[in-house]
């Protein structure tokens, strides 16, 4: 019999050659491939058709039937365990016309709905804007009984009555030192203020001197802070470090994405997850990737890189995947849609950004202070940046790192309990964030209307409105993130935020709204709209220039004046108010380094080079003003004349900036620097000297924004030490761990993968949700399928190549016929022709050589 069977396979069955290419993508071993041919050559001689049928029937084996119309649907689980050892494959019956059986992944937990709608929405405007009003937190809402408990709400006394304290002061600041500024600008003026032109030009500065102010004594009171050593009412110290984390504190790590970088998004989670897990409290949490990606290509790339990141952790169970078909109100929408499904499982949940990495001390501390404050609802962590290259990104990475701890400290300062919640490397409670965190859509038409984008803002407002706090965790290590690594891309990033806090700035007199949230609301938009005021305010400097120039002097400017007022620019008055502000804008950052000398500059490599990084940075920062003004001026623009914004995913990688781009972006900067510098110089040269520091950067702007993004700078900069921070001379486990595992990742598959590739079609077949709905399901299944079959992949767009990912038996059917149909299109043959060993098919030295040693 064995001869028998030899002899036939010498002269090659119809079919073999293709069963062979099929069987060399499996990592098969060569006895199990000859008994798979011997089994398709004995019961299916015929046609190359019969003869992969016959191939997925062995590789089924006995245990699955085989329809077929699906004849690989039933062999998913034999090619899964064949190039997966390890996997938790659970059987399920599916009751359908064309399918008796097919293998589902653990991709999800099982759904224990609940509900999370918008409540009190929309939120009526109020004119009571100095007292909140609390909603009362009904206990049918709540997880386990729990409730604000007023725990979060201190005695009189307490830090209530302290943040109070602390904001009256602050507003005092503010109004004296726009005060004395604004009356120090009136007498630099030609008339003193008495002119239509000089008015305009007086409210613009005394507006613009109040958020410098704002920025100025945040810092100051975070260097105090720092320099004392923490603050009495600090969350952070209100858990011990060895508070053991009861059973009941399940927490759910999320990880929303969107056409992220694959690798760099799994390593990032990987090296949490491990870093978690030499912590030793792994087993309270549970990792999910929810994804929102409208490409294919990535899409299967997300759901190869769980599967690998569960083998190489051991995962199955409690890392999970969702990819959401209905993608509404973006990443909100994505964290809502897992509370609604899994919400109820969870007493806190982490939510991280794609490009966050956090510490397992992190995390855990994070649980131990929610569990020592049962009032509070959100609590953020202040996240550093590392991890980019690009000389661009260096200098924000150190600016970050070496002055962003005081400002940060300074907002815990002056908010306390009602604090910024910024969306990622943050804790929340999830029964409160379900119940009265939803967000609804702002009524009316145009681009600051709909769904709410930078919804972090809105979902801590509603929190404290509920009545939970809302903290910052200035002191707490082991948070990381990103930042973009360059000049355009941060600033498509800035035009997303702009919009999102334009539309939150509707909010401002919403009902019940706390008094520091409104706060939060305006500088938010503030942050951008102060970019259109200083540049209105440089025009109509400009302009006030050219009339003190051009027009005939007034020296009698009010009725029955008896004195005349003789116009004049008072330089030494003009440089003091220039230094003043000078000092305003630069003393933070040398507080800050000189804070890093007291306690140790070694980590930031020695306090020489700190000081001249600094030095480097405050002259760079300079230039990037005006570049930023304009773009943030377009941008506040852009919304109030009906111009919208498209949300997209940010780079993940180290990008550089192209000439070809920079002239696109900043073209019309250096053509307005220049003709604004020579109106100037026309009109008197002597005053082109103020006006430097803005034209020069605008007329630089091309080459700054070219020559920021190149990695090799910044690589060189780091050599000889300079913007270097302690995360890039001694990194932490869990970033080094992240570059390493992104360096090192396989390419991943990609949707020609998902339907050729026994493997990855397995893979994605056996994650999907197959759908039974009759007769007009079957044929458009059928539609769909005859074309992708006879037009190739690059005739399918992205929604019809989504459908087919999540339609298993569409896509089992399609990746039998690619391998089996005359029909099918050059772009799916081309793909079958690559094969993964050097075999030639049907050759004696597999098919005989093999057979004959067991028959002798």
């Known amino acids: 019999m064995e001869l028998h069977l030899a002899t036939r396979l010498k002269h090659c069955f119809p079919g073999q050659s293709i069963c062979e290419r099929y069987l060399d993508r499996l990592p098969l071993a060569q006895e199990r491939r000859y008994e798979l041919l011997t089994q398709v050559a004995e019961q299916y001689p015929c046609n190359p058709q019969e003869a992969m049928t016959g191939l997925h029937t062995a590789l089924a084996g006995s245990d699955h039937p085989v329809d077929t119309d699906t ?16 996997l938790p494959l659970a059987p399920e019956t599916i009751a359908g016309p064309a399918v008796q059986a097919q293998i589902c992944l653990p991709a999800s937990p099982t759904i224990r709905r609940s509900t999370m709608a918008p409540l009190h929405w929309p939120p009526k405007p109020s004119l009571r804007l100095f007292k909140s009003r609390q909603l009362r937190f009904s206990q049918a809402g709540s997880h386990e009984g729990e409730h604000p408990a007023q725990a979060g709400a201190a005695a009189p006394g307490g830090w209530q009555a302290a943040a109070t304290l602390r904001r009256v002061v602050l507003l005092v600041l503010i109004i004296a030192q726009v005060y004395f500024s604004t009356s120090a600008m009136a007498a630099v003026l030609p008339y003193h203020g008495q002119q239509a032109l000089e008015i305009a030009i007086l409210i613009l500065f005394a507006i613009l001197s109040g958020w410098v102010s704002v920025g100025f004594w945040t810092a100051m009171m975070g260097f105090v802070l720092k320099l004392a050593g ?27 994405i969107c056409n992220e970088n694959v690798a760099r998004v799994f390593a990032g989670l990987r090296a949490t997850h ?63 849609d897992f509370c609604r499904r899994w919400g109820a499982n969870y007493r806190y949940m982490v939510v991280l950004d794609a490009d966050s990495v956090m510490s397992g001390e992190c995390l855990i501390s994070l649980v131990r202070l929610m569990e020592a404050n049962p009032g509070a609802g959100i609590i953020q962590s202040a996240p550093l940046v590392a991890g980019r290259d690009t000389l661009y990104a260096r200098m924000q990475q150190f600016a ?15 908010q306390l309990g009602e604090s910024h919640y910024w969306g990622h490397n943050a804790i929340l409670r999830v029964a409160p964030f379900m119940r009265h965190c939803a967000l609804g859509r702002l009524a009316g038409g145009g681009p600051l209307s709909g769904e709410i984008l930078s919804h972090d803002f809105v979902e801590a407002a ?46 401002l007199l919403a009902n019940g709204v706390h008094p520091a949230h409104r706060a939060v609301f305006m500088t938010g938009a503030a942050a951008y709209v102060s970019a259109p005021l200083w540049f209105l305010f440089l025009l109509l400097s400009t302009a006030q220039l050219a009339v003190h120039a051009l027009a005939t002097p007034e020296y009698f400017t009010q009725p029955f004046q008896l004195f005349p007022i003789w116009p004049q620019w008072d330089p030494q008055r003009a440089i003091a108010l220039f230094s003043v502000t000078a000092a305003l804008l630069f003393l933070p950052k040398i507080l800050s380094v000189m804070l890093i000398w007291i306690q140790g500059a070694k980590h930031f490599g020695g306090r020489l080079r700190l000081g001249l990084s600094m030095l480097i940075e405050i002259v760079f920062s300079a230039l990037l003003a005006p570049i930023r003004m304009l773009f943030h001026t377009s941008f506040v623009l852009a919304p109030l004349l009906g111009r919208g914004v498209k949300w997209k995913s940010p780079p993940r990688e180290n990008a550089e900036t192209g000439w070809g781009e920079a002239l696109r972006r900043h073209g019309w900067h250096t053509l307005l620097g220049l003709v604004w510098a020579g109106g100037v110089y026309w009109l008197k040269p002597s005053y082109l000297l103020w006006l430097l520091p803005v034209v020069s950067a605008l007329m630089l702007s091309i080459p700054i924004s070219v020559f920021s993004s190149r990695v090799s700078l910044g690589q060189r900069l780091r050599r000889t030490c300079l913007f270097l921070i302690p995360e890039e001379l001694n990194p932490p486990a869990e970033l080094r761990q992240t570059h390493d595992y992104a360096a090192h990742a396989d390419a991943p598959p990609d949707f020609i993968d998902a339907v050729v590739d026994p493997a990855t079609n397995a893979l994605i077949c056996a994650t999907g949700v197959p759908r039974f709905r009759q007769f007009r399901v079957a044929e458009s299944r059928a539609r769909l399928l005859q074309k992708a079959l006879r037009e190739g992949p690059a005739a399918l767009d992205a929604g019809r190549r989504m459908h087919l990912l999540n339609d298993p038996i569409t896509l089992s059917r399609l990746h039998f016929e690619v391998w089996t149909s005359e029909l099918a299109h050059p772009a799916w043959r081309n793909t079958l022709s690559q094969t993964t060993t050097d075999n030639p098919p049907c050759s004696d030295a597999i098919s005989l050589k093999p057979v004959l040693q067991r028959s002798a």
Request: hydrophobic share 40%; proline share 4%.
């Open 462 to 507: 509603l929190m404290r409105r509920a009545g939970w706090t809302v903290w910052i965790a200035y002191d707490l290590p082991g948070s990381y993130e990103e930042v973009p690594p360059n000049l355009i891309d941060e600033l498509k990033r800035d035009r997303r935020w702009c919009q999102g806090n334009l539309m939150n700035f509707r909010l």
């Open 274 to 336: 491990e870093s978690l897990a030499r912590s030793g409290e792994l087993q309270h949490f549970d990792f999910f990737i929810l994804s929102d990606s409208s490409s294919a290509d990535n899409r299967v790339a997300e759901v190869n890189a769980w599967l690998e990141l569960c083998r190489e952790v051991q995962g199955f169970g409690h890392v999970f995947y969702r990819w959401r078909q209905h993608r509404v109100k973006r990443k909100s929408g994505n964290v809502a």
């Open 71 to 86: 004849p690989a649907l039933a062999s998913i689980c034999s090619r899964l365990a064949i190039n997966h050892k390890t």
């Open 230 to 256: 923490g603050d009495r009412y600090a969350i952070s110290a209100s858990s011990a470090a060895d508070m053991p984390i009861g059973d009941q504190a399940r927490t759910a790590i999320i990880m929303p």
């Open 400 to 414: 970050s790192r070496v002055y962003g701890p005081i400002f940060v400290a300074g907002l815990h300062f002056w």
